[in-house]
């Protein structure tokens, strides 16, 4: 059976954006309609639709910490913290292995909003040398974090 990391990297290779492809690889064990991640993620891809804001990869394991840590409607506030927690430590570890969490910093000011951007981002390889090894990042660590619970 593959792991998260790998399940992550194949969608994100499929064409499926960084955040889609992260919270992807935990549907099954979270619960969650294929779908529906793949529609709520969406807009999380390039730094938030392309801006260059919080990673995409990040995105989508703080949605998948979210699923497993959160606070649901009968849960006590004290579970907020706890997600939260997680939350921090998971961008953490993210940063202490990237330098940020960042979509613009990771890809060295790259604009991706942008046709020079985008041309910037083809041109440099910034797919397979950024991206993918972020892909995978962020699905590991989520998938260590929920393991060790």
């Given at each position: 059976?593959?792991?998260?990391?790998?399940?992550?990297?194949?969608?994100?290779v499929e064409g499926y954006n960084c955040a889609q492809s992260?919270?992807?690889?935990?549907?099954?064990?979270?619960?969650?309609?294929?779908?529906n991640a793949f529609r709520l993620s969406c807009g999380f891809?390039?730094?938030?639709?392309?801006?260059?804001?919080?990673?995409?990869?990040?995105?989508?394991?703080?949605?998948?910490?979210?699923?497993?840590?959160?606070?649901?409607?009968?849960?006590?506030?004290?579970?907020?913290?706890?997600?939260?927690?997680?939350?921090?430590?998971?961008?953490?570890?993210?940063?202490?292995?990237?330098?940020?969490?960042?979509?613009?910093?990771?890809?060295?000011?790259?604009?991706?909003?942008?046709?020079?951007?985008?041309?910037?981002?083809?041109?440099?390889?910034?797919?397979?040398?950024?991206?993918?090894?972020?892909?995978?990042?962020?699905?590991?660590?989520?998938?260590?974090?929920?393991?060790?619970?």
């Amino acid at each position: 059976m593959k792991k998260h990391p790998e399940i992550a990297e194949a969608k994100f290779v499929e064409g499926y954006n960084c955040a889609q492809s992260v919270l992807f690889s935990f549907c099954d064990e979270l619960g969650l309609d294929v779908d529906n991640a793949f529609r709520l993620s969406c807009g999380f891809g390039g730094g938030m639709g392309r801006m260059g804001e919080v990673c995409g990869a990040v995105s989508g394991g703080i949605m998948a910490l979210g699923l497993k840590f959160g606070r649901r409607e009968k849960d006590e506030r004290a579970q907020t913290d706890i997600a939260y927690t997680k939350i921090r430590e998971f961008m953490h570890r993210f940063s202490a292995k990237h330098s940020s969490c960042l979509c613009r910093e990771l890809l060295s000011g790259c604009d991706l909003s942008t046709p020079d951007g985008q041309a910037y981002f083809k041109n440099n390889e910034c797919f397979n040398l950024v991206c993918r090894p972020c892909v995978r990042d962020a699905a590991a660590m989520v998938e260590d974090m929920i393991a060790s619970r």
